[in-house]
């Protein structure tokens, strides 16, 4: 179906773009922001928070799984992708947690768009939100999550 083709399609201003990008080096987030946890997910396409502030990371091949936002531990994974896909409502913009019944708000790249950013990058997507209370801040990508707090 795809040929194998090497032709690049960036233009010369993308490449030196990201080129400047990859050279960066990662600094530490000003005060009175840290970096909390990290996230490993494949295939992520949206984020929330719950009433107690877990993250809610919800993938487009594998279901969600809730994990603690300080500590990055899992605290739950559901692989079922159809009770996943069932339990995205009102357009994209919400998820019930099939455990719990809750209704929480979610963002991503195929969800509604929540209280976030979006930061487009030459490799790939991300959006950035905050959590309900505004001590912690998540960017999302197809590959997981980064979480910040204050």
């Not at 877990?54 to 969600?64: F, T, V």
């Not at 995205?88 to 209704?103: M, N, Q, T, V, W």
């Not at 976030?116 to 905050?130: E, N, S, V, Y």
Request: glycine letters at 10%; a negative charge; proline letters at 5%.
């Amino acid at each position: 179906m795809f040929k194998n083709n090497k032709q690049e399609i960036r233009t010369n201003y993308e490449l030196a773009l990201l080129e400047k990008a990859q050279k960066m080096i990662p600094q530490v987030p000003p005060l009175p922001w840290r970096q909390q946890t990290v996230l490993s997910a494949s295939g992520v396409i949206a984020a929330g928070w719950d009433s107690k502030e877990n993250i809610i990371l919800i993938s487009s091949n594998s279901g969600y799984s809730i994990n603690h936002s300080m500590t990055g531990e899992r605290i739950l994974r559901d692989r079922d992708t159809d009770r996943t896909e069932n339990n995205i409502i009102d357009r994209g913009l919400k998820f019930i947690i099939p455990e719990s019944a809750e209704e929480i708000e979610i963002f991503g790249i195929e969800a509604g768009d929540g209280v976030h950013l979006t930061i487009p990058r030459l490799d790939g997507w991300i959006k950035c939100g905050f959590a309900p209370s505004g001590n912690q801040f998540m960017v999302i990508g197809s590959g997981g999550a980064v979480v910040y707090a204050k």
